[in-house]
Nanobody
Framework: QVQLVESGGGLVQPGGSLRLSCAAS????????MGWHRQAPGKERELVAD???????NYANSVKGRFAISRDNAKKTVYLQMNGLKPEDTAVYYC???????????????WGQGTQVTVSS
């Protein structure tokens, strides 16, 4: 069994910063791409940023220049540093990871339980 546990959400004023963390645990042979998605009320879930096992990053246009994704492979953890937060960044943020349980077979998508980020004055 694999678990993704997120932390770091909360309430912040516009222009503020937050850092989200997501730690993977369980039966993990390999961690491929890890990322963050978000879902605002009444909207579809969207990709915020992701990072491959070799460190290549990808960002949604709406967060480029403000958010930074990173990972620590030894700790099986992915981070999202969010700066210059705006009210439109308010959403539930979900961690996602493609995980292989063994050398054989493909990777499976896993999701965290979500953490609320609210940007408001």
């Amino acid at each position: 069994q694999v678990q993704l546990v997120e932390s770091g959400g909360g309430l912040v004023q516009p222009g503020g910063s937050l850092r989200l963390s997501c730690a993977a645990s369980g039966n993990i042979w390999g961690l491929n791409t890890m990322g963050w998605h978000r879902q605002a009320p009444g909207k579809e879930r969207e990709l915020v940023a992701d990072i491959t096992s070799s460190g290549t990053t990808n960002y949604a246009n709406s967060v480029k220049g403000r958010f930074a994704i990173s990972r620590d492979n030894a700790k099986k953890t992915v981070y999202l540093q969010m700066n210059g937060l705006k009210p439109e960044d308010t959403a539930v943020y979900y961690c996602n990871a493609q995980i292989k349980a063994s050398y054989f077979g493909g990777a499976t998508d896993y999701w965290g339980q979500g953490t609320q980020v609210t940007v408001s004055s």
